[in-house]
């Protein structure tokens, strides 16, 4: 319950700050809240898990909570072993489209997968020199079946840009190919996200190295402390901070882990945004993008 609410009052701070005045609150929204509430006169029944539906605003697309849900998740089924992969001989695009086919029909990702929902695997340029490394898909993904579609990916697309280079350009990955269940809500719908367990990661991660053999880029760049655990491991650091904005190695690739584009939905401040650019502007010397002065001196102003 204490989540939920949480949940509710950060998405109407949230809103608040980006200017919204009026929310107009859906029947199907209140029933939610109201079923909620109902609850908590119940026996608690297991973890806390269950994220408030994001309200619909007149006007203003819904955002989902950008903020992971941090409640312990339902204990999550025991998964089989990782997948061995094999690819065709043959070009990048042969070889990329087998690898979709294969996750898109693997038994446990399509299990994961609520009806109507999509597996998820990378997009972009096959070619592509830097591979950007989310945590996984959200509610926008599993739809469209592209990883950051939604404001985070929106986010992303932007500092891509930012550092001279059209999304197109790169190639965009997720640890993970299906979007990490919650209980879903009685009209079939998922709120909220929550980080995926290590076993989850472990089961994906074949289907990014994998990515990572075919696209061949030449460096790496793990969005947030997720991403950044299921690269170099669990309990291989302690904080993001600590580990952000230097380099790292994954699969003979030099990673730079930074932080995840929500971390700026969350924190808009310069101080914020120019960490990140920091970690970007490396990426861009070491891919040996051209650098502008304006470019260095991005988010600069307090
Ligand atoms: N966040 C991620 O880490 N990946 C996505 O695909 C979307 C949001």
């Known amino acids: 319950m204490r989540f939920a609410l949480t949940a509710l009052t950060d ?57 992971p849900v941090t409640a312990k998740p339902s204990p999550v089924p025991t998964l089989p072993a990782p997948p061995t992969l094999t690819l065709p001989d043959g070009g990048k695009q042969i070889r990329w489209d087998a690898l979709l086919a294969l996750v898109q029909n693997d038994p446990v990702c399509r299990a994961h997968v609520r009806p109507g929902k999509k597996v998820v695997l990378g997009v972009g340029h096959l070619d592509a020199k830097i591979m950007f490394v989310g945590e996984a898909p959200g509610a926008e993904e599993e739809v469209q079946g592209e990883p950051f579609v939604g404001p985070a990916g929106q986010l992303l697309t932007k500092m891509i840009q930012g550092m001279g280079l059209k999304r197109s350009d790169v190639y965009i990955g997720n640890i993970m190919n299906w979007r990490p269940e919650l209980p879903t809500s009685a009209n079939g719908e998922q709120y909220g996200n929550r980080p995926p367990t290590e076993e989850e990661m472990c089961y994906c991660l074949p289907y990014l190295r994998a990515q990572i053999e075919v696209v061949a880029p030449a460096l790496l760049v793990a969005l947030g402390t997720t991403a950044a ?74």
């Open 11 to 67: 998405e109407l701070r949230r809103l608040k700050t980006a200017g919204v005045k009026t929310v107009a609150v859906s029947d199907a929204s209140i029933a939610a809240l109201r079923e909620t509430m109902a609850s908590r006169a119940q026996p608690a029944v297991g973890p806390e898990l269950k994220a408030v539906p994001p309200l619909p605003v007149a006007g203003v697309k819904p955002v989902l909570p950008t903020k």
């Open 229 to 302: 655990q299921g690269l170099l491991g669990f309990g291989s650091f302690k904080a993001l901070g600590d580990i952000r904005g230097r380099w790292a190695e994954f699969a003979g690739k030099p990673l730079m882990v930074t932080y995840h584009p929500s971390y700026i939905l969350r924190n808009q401040s310069n101080r914020s945004k120019r960490m990140i650019w920091e970690d970007l502007l490396k990426v861009m010397e070491l891919g040996a993008l051209p650098i502008s002065d304006r470019q260095r001196g991005f988010f600069l102003d307090k």
